[in-house]
């Protein structure tokens, strides 16, 4: 005849495996999360902006459209600082730069004598450039060109219309950001924050190396 | 989960029924009125553990209570650094002063996630997991207590009188009549009845009542479960912005017309409506005299608004709680403040700043305070000071505003001349002057239209006046609907398994000489249960033909 096994064995032994149950619990919950978290990619869309500035350098960034992704043609037509009516017709034919800027905006005058020292290089050579002036009043972004010697025109859009134009396939979603429209109007290429000399001259040879069809 | 008792509490409990019915009955007070899963703990003797083995242990550790309550505490000490760190998302310009301040805490902590805690990865990694324990443990769950919903009451043990609840006397009746009599009472109580006829010896009922309890508990997990993925779903897809839009300006709703903003993973730029609101008037009124002096009586913002560029503007007010709806996406009307008019000309006389600049208020009667900078003038200038709208003077706190309304309107701004610290690129808050670059020229109190002309001839300050601006909240949230919805099943679910109670109920007639011997006893599920009563019911509906 077997002895039933007694209860109070059974129940030291639950109350050992309990206890290294909840540790194993909780040393399983650290490690799958440590994987998990070793398994996500590189983040970030949702980077967050500040009176348009970008502050996450993970938005920062620039992004080239091959001929065949690009959007619809783009036609802007405003009013520049100096009241003169102005229109993508201009620049038929031609690589136009568009850059969106305000005169508070550190990072804007950071790169504003980057923008006039291409504008002067590319002069003549069948790009354009032209700056839109988003939340500032006329008087400031006046003085701002004046301060910079910024050799194009910018059109006024306190307002933000004209950017509401812009915003089908790469919107320029910050303050300062940079567009280049190829030969046909269409968004080739954008650059979120301040350009640097090299980033954005690469950018307009790449785009004027191709032929208007 | 099903209660707060643990699993340990429910499995005493069950040891303890099972106490009551002898050893060889064990089975026959039927299976558990529950679906918790049995302890892997009492099954015998340790096993070798091959991966697959392993892989089931590790999924029933994760979907296990304890496991869920482990991840709840990480969820929430996750949160803390969440709290005392600056987040990206709410104050950016904050988290790259703390960079530049404290560059090797600050790339430490940066590459952590901890200036971004909510969209960091390891946070993601512990909502997951919560995630899939809730979901592991309810749906297996589900399908059980599914199957359990079909059972038949289990037979009647053998001693009912070691049952809890028990009751018997003797009768006239018919041993047959007397099983039937109680039979249809069960049923017309809404009782889930099985009946075993007299069979010359014995004949018995067995009844069960309450599957609805488990039912309103799995209802309330799974309405749970579906409150977190339309959250989840609402922040993934939705953006919420804000914006402070002056009198006489308009508003676009593109990316870079924000003050700030937040979205979800999958919400992309493009997606944003291609709306516009233009603020014509912000009408504000306040009560004069009596206890609620000051309290607004009114506020609106009077706007035109286009859907999509080029339709034709639409007059619309928005007030507190009365929202836009424009293009599926929702306009609040958050606050409002006031906004001088300023005018600076530099040492030649060319106006090199005109514009309205907003003055954040800093208590109930208006007294804002705000910056305004010229960096389009050499050298560059800088202005910070108050606005009141109905200014006073106090020899110690200095100048302060009475009422809210603009009765007595001044600026009260010092002026300072150097390096904004502007031409470096680094971002700057429009709400605060660097001054480390820069010396005080001086201060001064100006009224409307007046002008100050800055020391050592640095050009004209004209205060042309005041407007306003108000600020407003945007935002689209695709899973709030269905979040209500999950969270008004999820009461329902909770109420249902809180109030019903699960009990089982046996009667056993037997003939004899003297009579018919009736018994009754009943089981109940939970502590509080009820059953006593069930079994006095039944008792009285038998009573007139009770015999003592």
Not at chain 2, 180 to 199: E, G, T, Y
Request: one cysteine or more; hydrophobic letters at 40%.
């Amino acid at each position: 005849m077997e002895l039933v096994t007694a209860t109070p064995a059974r129940s030291l032994s639950t109350r050992m495996a309990r206890r290294s149950r909840c540790w194993r619990a909780g040393v399983t919950g650290l490690l799958t999360a440590a994987l998990l978290s070793g398994c996500s990619q590189a983040t970030n869309g949702a980077g967050v902006l500040v009176g348009g500035q970008p502050t996450d350098t993970t938005t920062v960034g620039m992004t080239f459209l091959p001929p065949d992704q690009r959007a619809a043609a783009i036609t802007l037509s405003g009013t520049t600082l100096t009241g003169a009516p102005w229109t993508t017709h201009a620049a038929t034919r031609k690589v136009l730069v568009v850059n969106v800027w305000a005169s508070w905006c550190g990072p804007c005058r950071a790169e504003a004598p980057i923008l006039a020292a291409l504008a002067g290089k590319y002069a003549g050579r069948g790009v354009q450039f032209v700056g839109i002036d988003t939340r500032d009043s006329d008087t400031n972004g006046e003085a701002f060109t004046k301060t910079f010697g910024i050799p194009y025109p910018s059109l006024s859009d306190r307002s933000g219309q004209l950017l509401l134009t812009l915003s089908a396939s790469l919107p320029p979603s910050a303050i300062p950001s940079t567009l280049v429209l190829d030969r046909r109007s269409r968004v080739a290429g954008r650059i979120i924050g301040p350009v640097t000399m090299s980033g954005l001259g690469a950018l307009i040879e790449r785009v004027a190396a191709e032929q208007a069809k | 989960m099903n209660d707060p008792r643990s699993d340990r509490d429910t499995r005493v409990r069950e040891t303890r029924e099972r106490a009551v019915v002898t050893v060889e009955e064990t089975s026959d007070a039927g299976p558990p009125m529950s679906t918790a899963p049995a302890d892997p703990a009492e099954r015998d003797g340790p096993a070798r553990l091959g991966p697959l083995d392993w892989a089931r242990w590790a999924w029933r550790v994760l979907t296990s209570m304890r496991t869920a309550l482990l991840l709840l505490f990480l969820l929430a000490l996750a949160s803390i650094p969440g709290s005392i760190l600056p987040q990206r998302g709410t104050n950016p310009i904050r988290v790259t002063e703390y960079l530049a301040n404290d560059p090797v805490k600050g790339k430490l902590f940066d590459r952590l996630g901890l200036f971004d805690v909510f969209a960091s990865p390891w946070f993601a990694a512990i909502y997951l997991l919560l995630l899939v324990s809730l979901a592991g443990c309810v749906l297996p769950r589900s399908l059980q207590h599914a199957r359990m919903l079909r059972s038949r009451p289990p037979a009647a043990p053998r001693t009912l009188s070691r049952l809890p609840e028990h009751r018997s006397f003797h009768t006239d009746l018919d041993a047959q009549v007397a099983l039937n009599i109680a039979a249809d009472h069960l049923r017309r109580a809404r009782w889930r009845v099985d009946a075993f006829p007299h069979d010359g010896t014995t004949g018995s009922v067995a009844a069960e009542k309450g599957y609805s309890r488990e039912t309103g508990n799995l209802i309330f997990h799974i309405a749970l479960l579906g409150l977190v993925v339309a959250v989840g779903v609402g922040s993934f897809a939705g953006f919420r912005g804000y914006v402070i839009v002056r009198e006489g300006t308009s508003f676009a709703d593109t990316r870079s017309q924000f003050d700030s903003f937040a979205s979800g993973r999958i919400f992309t730029d493009s997606s944003l409506p291609p709306f516009s609101f233009s603020l014509n008037k912000f009408r504000v009124e306040y009560q004069r005299g009596g206890q609620q002096s000051g309290s607004p009586r009114l506020f609106a913002a009077d706007l035109s608004v286009t859907t999509s560029p080029g339709q034709a503007a639409q007059a619309q007010r928005v007030q507190v709680n009365e929202p836009l709806e424009v293009g599926g996406v929702k306009v609040f009307l958050v606050g409002y403040g006031y906004a001088p008019i300023i005018t600076v000309k530099n040492a030649r006389g060319e106006v090199v700043f005109h514009d309205s600049v907003v003055f954040l208020p800093q208590d109930g009667n208006f007294t804002s305070t705000g910056v305004i900078k010229i960096p389009d003038t050499a050298p560059q200038l800088g202005l910070q000071g108050f606005f009141l709208p109905s200014a006073a003077v106090d020899a110690v706190q200095g100048p302060y505003s009475t009422f809210p309304a603009a009765d007595n309107p001044a600026l009260f701004i010092s002026a300072w001349v150097g390096d904004l610290g502007l031409d470096n690129g680094r971002p700057q808050s429009v709400y605060k002057l660097d001054t480390t670059k820069m010396t005080r020229l001086g201060i001064k109190a100006m009224r409307p239209t007046s002008t100050w002309a800055l020391p050592r001839g640095r050009g004209t300050v004209t205060f042309d006046g005041y407007s306003r601006w108000a600020s407003f909240a945007i935002a689209r949230d695709p899973g709030k609907a269905y979040a209500l919805i999950a969270a008004i099943t999820a009461i329902a679910g909770l109420s249902l398994s809180l109030l019903v109670r699960r009990r089982r109920i046996w009667i056993r007639v037997t003939q004899a000489k003297t009579g018919t011997h009736v018994e009754i006893a009943g089981l109940a599920r939970s502590e509080h249960s009820t059953v006593g009563d069930d079994l006095d019911t039944v008792v009285a509906h038998l009573h007139p033909h009770r015999t003592p």
